[in-house]
C-alpha cells in the first residue's frame, strides 16, 4: 500500500513539472478598438445576420402630394421671411399684426426687445415670444 501511495505521489510531483503556465495577453478582435482590420467585414456580417429589426415602412408621397408639400413650404418661408423682415429688418415697424390662416401675429417693440404674441384663432392658443432687438 505504502509503495502505492508512494508511485501516485512521485507521479504528481512529475507531472507538476511538465505543467507550463504563460502570461495571459489580451488582443481585440473588433478594429475599432486596436483589432486586427481584417476581421471587420466578418464582425458586420454576424452583426447584420443578428440584426431581426425591421425597418419600418416609408410610406411614398405621390408626385402630387410632394408638389403640394413643396408649395406649402415655400409659401410659408416667404411669409415668415416678410414677417421677419417688418419686426427686425431696416425699417422695421414699432407694431403691427399678422394674420395668416387661423393664426395671428401680434408684435410689439419694447425698448430693446421685440414682444411677439402667437395666437391659434381656432383653438384660442397662446403663444408670447420675447425676443432681443438686434438694432445694428
Request: proline fraction near 0%; glycine fraction near 16%; avoid cysteine.
Given at each position: 500500500m505504502m509503495h502505492k501511495i508512494g508511485s501516485v505521489a512521485l507521479m504528481l510531483i512529475m507531472?507538476?513539472?511538465f505543467a507550463h503556465a504563460s502570461?495571459?495577453?489580451y488582443r481585440p478582435i473588433n478594429p475599432s478598438f486596436g483589432g486586427n482590420p481584417f476581421n471587420s467585414s466578418h464582425l458586420i456580417g454576424l452583426a447584420d445576420a443578428q440584426n431581426d429589426h425591421e425597418r419600418p415602412e416609408d410610406p411614398r408621397m405621390s408626385n402630387l402630394e410632394s408638389f403640394e408639400r413643396t408649395i406649402?413650404?415655400?409659401l410659408l418661408n416667404r411669409i415668415s421671411s416678410e414677417i421677419s423682415d417688418r419686426i427686425l429688418g431696416e425699417n422695421a415697424q414699432e407694431s403691427g399684426t399678422f394674420l395668416v390662416?387661423?393664426?395671428r401675429l401680434d408684435?410689439?417693440?419694447q425698448g430693446p426687445?421685440?414682444?411677439i404674441?402667437?395666437?391659434d384663432l381656432a383653438t384660442?392658443?397662446?403663444t408670447s415670444i420675447t425676443i432681443p432687438n438686434p438694432r445694428f
Open positions: 507531472g507538476a513539472s502570461e495571459i495577453v406649402t413650404s415655400s390662416g387661423n393664426t408684435f410689439q417693440q426687445n421685440v414682444l404674441n402667437i395666437n384660442g392658443g397662446q
